[in-house]
């Protein structure tokens, strides 16, 4: 049927959120000092929690970055 066909627009509405929030992980695992790569942790289960326990609490670089 039709109704689980997803439009174009559909992708765009999905997707956006998606990449806005890995956008903001890698702003701030660029002020941690760490490598944007690791956003890519945020796909595996259990290692995307800790990953969310470590942006949250870790205290910023004291270096500008």
């Known amino acids: 049927t ?3 066909v997803i439009e174009p627009a559909g992708y765009a509405v999905a997707v ?6 890995s956008m903001n ?7 941690r000092s760490q490598s944007g790569y690791a956003v ?11 990953l ?3 942006l949250l609490f870790a205290p910023s670089a004291p270096t500008s970055n």
């Open 2 to 4: 039709d109704e689980f």
């Open 16 to 21: 956006t959120p998606v990449w806005l929030q």
């Open 25 to 31: 992980v890698v702003g701030r695992l660029h002020d």
């Open 40 to 50: 890519l942790l945020g796909v595996l289960p259990g290692l995307n929690v800790l």
């Open 52 to 54: 969310l326990l470590y």
